[in-house]
């Protein structure tokens, strides 16, 4: 019951502007759960309410039984978060910052050099560790952000458009990994406004829009309530958003 994330009519402002609106949600493990929405739909804001990076102006948050806005350490301590922006600190070299990284989730020396080591691997960054993130290119950036998530095994992983800026090889084994963390009881929950990667990877979609749900479950039930066969034509039309494609197609052709 407590390994799960609830969240109960929570809402959230910026300045007068509504982000979230009467959120009541649960996320569980053994599933890939997808957050699908269009820009500034409120996916991010989601994600840092979970973390407590940010606080709920209303409603409650439950993250395996921690409040994050009273509890937000131990919640970090079991969750892999891969934010949206860069967060790197750009003095550090790549091994510096994952050292960094593992000092703070509290990993002993020698587990933390292990799993350095493996992640290093793993995220294929082995040229690159004496280099200063800062001088990475993005997509080697968004490498080391990834690679620091895995270090220390955590029991949630928050992945805030992962695929955005990785090349093919790492996007193809990073949906396997997360497929098969799923399998194996960890609580996955990814961003994405890619509707193909939610079509391939998605146990149970959660479609927010303006801030708002409008639809959860899996592909199969969110392609019947919105009386569609593909995903795309299901977002669209859950979204009332047909009128705005064909408006953007009539500015661009001229
Ligand atoms: N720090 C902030 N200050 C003011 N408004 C913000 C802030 N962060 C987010 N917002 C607003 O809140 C809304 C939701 O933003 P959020 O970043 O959560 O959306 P998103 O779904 O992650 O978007 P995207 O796909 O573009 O990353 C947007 O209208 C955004 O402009």
Redesign the pocket.
């Known amino acids: 019951m407590f390994e799960m994330i609830i969240f109960q009519n929570v809402s959230k402002y ?2 007068g ?1 509504p ?2 609106k009467n959120i009541s949600l649960r996320i569980e493990p053994g599933k890939v759960n997808i957050l699908l ?10 994600m ?1 309410l979970i973390l407590g990076i940010i606080k709920p102006d209303a409603g409650k948050i439950s993250v395996y039984g921690y409040d994050p806005v009273q509890d937000p350490i131990p919640i970090r301590r079991i969750t892999g978060y891969v934010p ?1 922006d860069d967060t790197l600190y750009h003095s550090l070299r790549v091994k510096e910052y994952l050292e960094f990284v593992a000092r703070t989730y509290g990993l002993k020396p020698g587990v933390a050099e292990r799993n350095i080591e493996r992640v290093i691997d793993a995220f294929m960054l082995r040229d690159k560790i004496h280099e200063f993130t800062g001088s990475l290119s993005h997509g080697y950036r968004r490498r080391v952000l990834l690679a620091a998530a895995f270090i220390h095994d955590p029991q949630i992983y928050l992945l ?2 992962p695929f955005i800026g990785v090349d093919p090889r790492i996007a193809r084994a990073l949906k396997t990994v997360l497929k098969n963390k799923a399998k194996n009881g960890y609580l996955v929950l990814l ?1 994405t ?1 890619v509707l193909e990667i939610a079509e391939a990877l998605a146990d149970n979609i959660i479609l ?1 829009y303006k ?1 708002r749900i409008i639809s959860t479950g899996s592909l199969r039930e969110v392609l019947e309530k919105a009386r569609t066969e593909g995903l795309e034509e299901a977002f669209l039309s859950l979204t009332m958003s047909r009128l705005q494609v064909e408006e953007i197609v009539k500015a661009l052709m001229g």
Not at 37 to 46: A, E, F, H, V
Request: charged share 20%.
């Open positions: 910026y300045g502007t982000a979230l929405g269009p820009n500034g739909s409120g996916k991010t804001t989601l840092k949206e805030d458009e961003s406004h927010l801030g």
